[in-house]
């Protein structure tokens, strides 16, 4: 849908124009059309993001990257259903976001793994599961096969206080993938890692991807680096309000590895965004 459609759209009747939108906008799992953001306090507002407009495919892995606070994380929560557009719409397989959430289609991982210290690994993987209702052996039997994916089979007993960092995010993809649902939102969930302990994630990461159903992944980064070795293709916000600058289609070939980084496309699909975000500077 183009702008003047959206624009067009402000003077109809809101049931109206939600219906159509939502009907033309079923060729993609996830389309954002015209969203702004706008947080008021008092008499002040702040716009977070503005007019922002993407389409992502089933299966796709794609990153939000920007600076902090160019409305990353907004938009991931406005996608999630956690945030409303003040502008825009935004819609999941053809529905809103609230009602995606409410289907448990989005698995999340925060920056922080947000363990319960007092759970187990097994038990915190396992605890979607028991909010859903799942028995308590196919709960486990569930938890098990996601503990052992994530390369955690020997600690599945310990608690997150007896992990190191890498470990308890490996613990919150886990837990994020126990349901299977469709749409994994990931924000930032390596920021607080090492570089070392963050490279050797990113690369598991992709292996945990490729054996999980192929969900669709929405990643925030303020990491060129990652974002290229992660994503298929990769957006590039402006600093706030947050814009897409830029969407740069990676076409490295998968499964990626170490080895990727040396790759020559890597190598210029990194130069080809520091271009664009320093020559808006």
């Known amino acids: 849908m183009d702008k003047s459609l959206v624009k067009a759209q402000d003077t109809s009747n809101p049931d109206t124009e939600k219906q159509s939108a939502i009907s033309e906008q079923n060729s993609s799992l996830i389309s954002a059309q015209g969203v702004t953001k706008v947080f008021k306090r008092k008499d002040q507002s ?27 994380s907004t938009m991931l929560r406005m996608i999630g259903g956690l945030e409303e557009p003040t502008d825009g719409l935004i819609t ?94 990931m924000d930032e969930p390596f920021g607080a890692l090492d570089m070392m302990t963050r490279e050797q994630m990113q690369t598991e990461l992709l292996h945990i991807w490729a054996k999980s159903a192929s969900s669709t992944v929405i990643f925030i980064t303020h990491s060129i680096s990652e974002a290229v070795l992660l994503s298929d293709r990769v957006f590039v916000m402006s600093a706030r309000p947050g814009r897409v600058m830029q969407t740069l289609d990676v076409g490295l070939a998968r499964p990626r590895t170490e080895a990727t980084r040396e790759d020559s496309r890597f190598g210029q699909a990194l130069a080809t965004i520091r271009n664009s975000i320093f020559s808006q500077s």
């Open 46 to 72: 702040v716009t977070a993001v503005e007019d922002v407009s993407i389409d992502i495919s089933q299966g796709e892995f794609v990153s939000l990257l920007g600076p902090s606070g160019c409305g990353k």
């Open 92 to 185: 999941v397989d053809g529905r809103t976001p609230g009602e995606a959430r409410c289907n448990r289609e989005f698995g999340i991982v925060f920056q922080k793994p947000v363990l319960f210290d007092w759970r187990t690994v097994r038990k915190n993987v396992e605890l979607p599961l028991e909010i859903m209702g799942w028995n308590k052996n196919d709960r486990r039997t569930r938890a098990e096969e996601l503990i052992e994916l994530v390369g955690l089979k020997d600690f599945a007993s310990k608690y997150p206080a007896e992990l190191s960092g890498g470990m308890q995010q490996r613990v919150s993809i886990a837990r994020a993938l126990s349901f299977s649902p469709p749409i994994i939102l």
